[in-house]
Nanobody, 127 residues
Framework: VQLVESGGGLVQPGGSLTLSCAAS??????????VGWFRQAPGKGREFVAT????????YYADSVKGRFTMSRDNAKNMVYLQMNNLNPEDTAVYYC???????????????????WGQGTQVTVSS
């Protein structure tokens, strides 16, 4: 399984970006699939951002991004997106796409439960 993120960049506070995650060797539409977004800021640990669980078709968001970030999928293209609005400097981080096939509800926000990771894409929010 390979995951490739794209769409990062430099944006001013209040701006928007859309990140993309492309998968090969895995279908985001498979019943066992859970695809998540995580981020890691300089000097900080990895942080859960959002995740979509195919089993139940539900999306979960971290409180810090709820109402500003939206996760979506394009099954035909096997792509996952993270639309990020009203960005602030605290959102600056490397953003990672991750996939798990054995997650349960209690582990959805635990990065260690995800089996496959992309290389990350840098998002910098600065004026």
């Amino acid at each position: 399984v390979q995951l490739v993120e794209s769409g990062g960049g430099l944006v001013q506070p209040g701006g928007s970006l859309t990140l993309s995650c492309a998968a090969s060797g895995h279908s985001f539409n498979s019943y066992s699939s859970t695809v998540g977004w995580f981020r890691q800021a300089p000097g900080k640990g990895r942080e859960f951002v959002a995740t979509f669980r195919r089993n139940g078709s539900r999306t979960y968001y971290a409180d810090s991004v709820k109402g500003r970030f939206t996760m979506s999928r394009d099954n035909a293209k096997n792509m996952v997106y993270l639309q990020m609005n009203n960005l602030n400097p605290e959102d600056t981080a490397v953003y990672y796409c991750a996939v798990g096939t054995r997650l349960i509800t209690s582990t959805l926000q635990d990065g260690a439960a995800y089996e496959y990771w992309g290389q990350g894409t840098q998002v910098t929010v600065s004026s």
